[in-house]
């Protein structure tokens, strides 16, 4: 098993900056992948942005030039800095990470408990 804690949602204005992270613990092998969604009220959760542990990232085309996504392999933690933010930002940030558990073990998917983030215009 996998735990997930994410913090540093809340509130800010339109044009401010926040700053998410999401450390994972549990008896891990390795960390594929490490990420952040988010859905808004009455959509479906959709990517902001991924990094593999092979060094590829990609983000969503709406957050491009604004979000920056890093991760710490040392803390297993994986960091989310929002800059210029908009109103159509406004949702609940899920962390997602993909990690196994012995070598050549198969891939197994977990999500953080969700943060929010709300920007007012």
């Known amino acids: 098993q996998v735990q997930l804690v994410e913090s540093g949602g809340g509130l800010v204005q339109a044009g401010g900056s926040l700053r998410l992270s999401c450390a994972a613990s549990?008896?891990?092998?390795?960390?594929?992948?490490m990420g952040w969604y988010r859905q808004a009220p009455g959509k479906q959760r959709e990517l902001v942005a991924v990094?593999?542990?092979?060094?590829?990232?990609n983000y969503a085309d709406s957050v491009k030039g604004r979000f920056t996504c890093s991760r710490d392999n040392a803390k297993n933690t994986v960091y989310l800095q929002m800059n210029s933010l908009k109103p159509e930002d406004t949702a609940v940030y899920y962390c997602?990470?993909?990690?196994?558990?012995?070598?050549?073990?198969?891939?197994?998917?977990?999500w953080g408990q969700g943060t929010q983030v709300t920007v007012s215009s």
């Open positions: 990094l593999t542990s092979g060094g590829r990232s």
């Open positions: 549990g008896r891990i092998f390795s960390i594929d992948s």
């Open positions: 997602n990470v993909v990690v196994t558990f012995r070598i050549l073990g198969p891939a197994s998917n977990y």
